[in-house]
């Protein structure tokens, strides 16, 4: 080992994967497309196959005190179907990796597992293998996913162009603050344990947090609608570094405007009771699992009237930037604030 | 939860994935083979597409005290490359999540990924993805394979017929016998660190235990031969527990002889030398990582010349059962007494 040490949190996880997988070179003519997008893309005869793998690991991922087991699992399969919807694809099978220390009982990872059928049924996937195995302590979860799509529907993050439309789903920010009003009760527990959280009027907030959907639902409504988005991801870093993840694949800059973004009324009361800025939680706040996707303009009169899909902003030269138009008229420039665990 | 508390080491590994996902149903007509064998086989055309993953967690899998970190990426690689070979099929792609401590500096990583790297080279694998995230203490990665079969080619574990040859590959409990050297110069060095440790002599043993292979090579060779075996398993848990599930999947029972046992001349010394029953270390060692298959009498002879294919017993009724036939000619019934993380 070199006696030089880098502190991993001098990266941060995407310069950090960039720089350890530098080297690699693709060498199978079935890779279509590897690390960078939401799954890997493989050959399969007149499809493609999608696969996408992540890990959800205790306390850093997820906190037990106020968990639930089963919707731990029904959200480690979802964020992986997420992967999938993001390139358009359909989802068909997961394997379920599953380490455990001693702590957990069979009839806890019953439950665990029960989320875990949920999700697979809801989302049609079926549970095709993986490995159960001790670990030192917690538990973690590594789900892949696979799925398919025909190759005229595949959609990465590259191909956005100039003067496109920029198209969000659902609404944003409600995951982060679900979390935050789950670490306030936590943290009245703890002080108090004779208290008992009050989560009532927060239920569509805590739900986005610990029961987050992937929106198989619109990919589904986008193929009846024969619409196919030139460039897609997940909002799972948030959506501030979402947008720069496409920017960076499709070349090109970004510009949507605060008046546009879709937020739940519930979620910027919230923001502003602790002391938030509510377009800073949509932006940054991470976890929505919503859809981010860029459209030709000729198909804005197909989604027009979609109750679930927002127009945000569009396309520009990539010299132009990323930039969030305010209220009140002033450019910001977008910065990544997601998740950063390592710090 | 319920009130009930069941140990998982009242269950062991197989029969709690078996307990867990016993109400899971395949539902895609894609999914050709789930749970139950080294990969999952999903319908790609004219293929199948495989698709395996597994954990490897730092004080359960491997202890850095002695493990390089070099080698355990290579490792982590050729564990799931052995599992697609397990299906008779070519690996083509993985998926590498990492979790991570502050511990490890970005220098030790790039270590780790020199070893993937070397390991993706060697199988002609390209790493098409994958996750790092932070993890609360150690390391832990988790590998997903991706590989395809032509659809004539794959072999499960569920087809040996009776009067069938059973097949062993390299030699056995060398993986073991390197992992109790290893641990025996821990604890003279964690008793005296003055004192360095003596691995001269073992090292053939250290390197099935650090950087075990996955045999494609003879997953090609058979190809080249037009061998298909009836059935195959990788032989990852020791042997006796891999011909049980041989056993188990193609209903019918396996007869080994203990004289016909693959074993290197240093596996058997240091087997005495650490006061350990040779055939023992053979059939329970596990993480040897050679194949275990079943070949139809026509194909003995293309095979019977090649110096790394062992003809080790036969296939016989189920309701004859699995044992061993030792040196003196006595049946021993077979056990599976392979790793026991959860003890």
């Known amino acids: 080992m070199s006696e030089k040490r880098t502190e991993i949190k001098a990266f941060g996880e995407f310069r950090l994967i960039e720089h350890l997988t530098s080297s690699f070179k693709p060498g199978n003519p079935g890779t279509r497309l590897g ?9 399969a005869g007149d499809k493609y196959f999608l696969s996408s793998s992540d890990f959800l690991i205790e306390n850093i991922h997820f906190d037990l005190t106020y968990f639930p087991l089963q919707h731990l699992g029904y959200k480690a399969v979802a964020v992986n179907v997420s992967d999938i919807a993001a390139m358009n694809g ?11 220390s001693n702590r957990f009982s069979v009839e806890s990872l019953e439950v665990l597992y029960q989320g875990i059928k949920a999700a697979c049924d809801n989302y049609k996937v079926d ?65 108090n344990q004779q208290m008992q959280p009050k989560l009532e009027g927060y239920d569509y907030l805590v739900k986005r947090q610990l029961k987050p959907e992937a929106r198989m639902d619109i990919i589904y409504e986008l193929q ?34 605060e008046e546009q973004l879709p937020i739940d009324k519930k979620t910027y009361e919230t923001a502003v009771e602790f002391k938030l800025d509510p377009t800073t939680c949509v932006l940054n706040g991470g976890e929505d699992y919503e859809l981010l996707f860029t459209i ?29 138009i305010t209220k009140s008229g002033n450019p910001v420039t977008l910065k990544a604030q997601g998740w950063q665990n390592f710090q």
């Open 296 to 324: 030709r303009q000729d198909d804005y009169e197909k989604l027009k009237g979609h109750p679930d899909i927002h127009f945000i902003g569009h396309v520009q030269k990539l010299e132009e930037g990323n930039q969030l």
């Open 224 to 257: 009846e609608m024969k619409v196919i988005p030139t460039s897609m991801i997940d909002i799972s870093d948030g959506l501030a570094s979402d947008i720069l993840q496409l920017s960076k694949a499709s070349k090109k800059g970004f510009r949507i405007f």
């Open 35 to 43: 690390i960078g997008d939401d799954a890997a893309v493989i050959e």
């Open 90 to 100: 359909i989802p068909r099978q997961i394997l379920v990796n599953l380490a455990i």
């Open 127 to 191: 549970l095709a293998g993986g490995d159960t195995t001790a670990s030192p302590t917690g538990l973690s979860l590594c789900i892949t996913a696979i799925g398919e799509a025909d190759k005229k529907d595949i959609t990465t993050r590259a191909n956005a162009r100039e003067h496109e439309i920029v198209c969000a789903t659902g609404d944003l920010g409600g995951a982060y603050l679900g979390l935050q009003v789950l670490e306030r009760e936590k943290e009245v527990f703890l002080s």
